[in-house]
């Protein structure tokens, strides 16, 4: 099965590859040595790798992946993940990698938290 990996960068310079297709032995040792040439040459960006595209990880993949994902973040937390399917989670347990800790927090910033307090407690939102 073949995948395909985009790599975009962010004004800030931060790096998100997205990633389509499957994810099996063969793709992961190129994906290894791609992630620790960015890793290497981008060392203040945080690369995060969005699996939302992912149809499919095999077993011998998914265990080569963990490993890639551990080894480069021993250093530094510098790999995150972001868009992982419940199944991926449930994959990801059984090789004792908890995935919680490395996805993005998508909502970080939400300008919407304080609208309660500027509309939603006044008794009439419009004019007569």
């Given at each position: 099965m073949t995948m395909k990996a985009r790599v975009r960068t962010d004004a800030m310079g931060n790096i998100t590859i997205h990633m389509e297709g499957g994810l099996d032995y063969e793709n992961t040792i190129p994906l290894r040595q791609e992630l620790n040439s960015l890793a290497t040459d981008n060392p203040s960006s945080t690369i995060t790798l969005d699996l939302?595209?992912?149809?499919?990880?095999?077993?011998?993949?998914?265990?080569?992946?963990?490993?890639t994902i551990k080894t480069l973040n021993e250093k530094k937390d510098q790999i995150k993940l972001s868009n992982v399917k419940n199944e991926f989670i449930r994959v990801f347990k059984l090789y004792d990698f908890d995935a919680?800790?490395?996805?993005?927090?998508?909502?970080e910033c939400d300008e919407t938290e304080m609208l309660n307090m500027r509309f939603g407690n006044r008794r009439h939102t419009f004019q007569n």
């Amino acid at each position: 099965m073949t995948m395909k990996a985009r790599v975009r960068t962010d004004a800030m310079g931060n790096i998100t590859i997205h990633m389509e297709g499957g994810l099996d032995y063969e793709n992961t040792i190129p994906l290894r040595q791609e992630l620790n040439s960015l890793a290497t040459d981008n060392p203040s960006s945080t690369i995060t790798l969005d699996l939302n595209g992912l149809d499919f990880v095999g077993s011998s993949g998914i265990g080569f992946f963990v490993e890639t994902i551990k080894t480069l973040n021993e250093k530094k937390d510098q790999i995150k993940l972001s868009n992982v399917k419940n199944e991926f989670i449930r994959v990801f347990k059984l090789y004792d990698f908890d995935a919680m800790e490395l996805l993005v927090n998508e909502f970080e910033c939400d300008e919407t938290e304080m609208l309660n307090m500027r509309f939603g407690n006044r008794r009439h939102t419009f004019q007569n």
